[in-house]
């Protein structure tokens, strides 16, 4: 008995962050919900495989007082357009960093977990590219790049990633990223749970 209550309490933990990552997002803005991965949960969304047709280009590789310019491009050569985006500034240890300000026409900053660090568009509105500014932290909270998903209607998108932009002066402490692998702490439970049901299911047939 105890351990199938265990097998139920791993379900429903599994089932609860599950349904964190699935969210509706496009195409009049994106909710709160989609702030850890950044992706649109469109019913006929499909995340694209294959090199994005978007370029993010900042107007500098170093952070520190000064604003750093942000601009996005659609170069092609199919898709010379987008509808929907939502982005955010990460660290490596997948932290959101700064805020966006002098935002685009049909966006906004939300605030996902601090004011303003995440950019996002208002309404469907077509375009071939756009700049906004990002604002910095006072400290420096290591390489940063620029992250998230553009979509070019509700049924394409791509996962996104600008070039890393290095803090200046020395790094905060607690932002030091120890083990080298990838981002994203609900996946990372996601995967946990899914070897703790593996080895409870395991132990169920064994008994
Ligand atoms: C980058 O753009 C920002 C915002 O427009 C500006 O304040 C900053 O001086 C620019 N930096 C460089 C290195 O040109």
Redesign the pocket.
């Known amino acids: 008995m105890e351990r199938l209550h265990c097998i139920f309490s791993v379900c429903v933990m599994c089932g609860v962050l599950a349904s964190v990552q699935r969210t509706s997002a496009f195409p009049t803005g994106s909710p709160v919900s989609a702030c850890s991965d950044l992706m649109p949960v469109h019913i006929d969304g499909e995340l694209q495989k294959g090199a994005s047709p978007y370029m993010i280009i900042l107007?500098?590789t170093v952070y520190g007082s000064?604003?750093?310019?942000v601009s996005i491009t659609a170069v092609g050569p199919a898709t010379k357009e987008f509808m929907a985006f939502m982005l955010q500034a990460r660290n490596e240890a997948g932290s959101p960093q700064g805020n966006f300000g002098?935002v685009p026409v049909a966006s906004k900053a939300m605030t996902c977990y601090k004011d303003g660090d995440t950019l996002t568009h208002t309404a469907a509105f077509i375009r071939q590219s756009m700049e906004v500014?990002w604002f910095p932290p006072a400290n420096n909270v290591g390489k940063i790049t620029i992250t998230g998903s553009i979509a070019l209607s509700k049924v394409k998108y791509w996962a996104v990633e600008s070039a890393p932009v290095s803090g200046r002066g020395a790094q905060d402490a607690s932002t030091i990223v120890r083990t080298s692998s990838g981002s994203g702490t609900v996946s990372h439970l996601s995967s946990a749970c899914l070897i703790l049901l593996t080895v409870f299911a395991k132990l169920a047939n064994r008994f």
């Open positions: 107007n500098d000064a604003a750093i310019r002098d500014t």
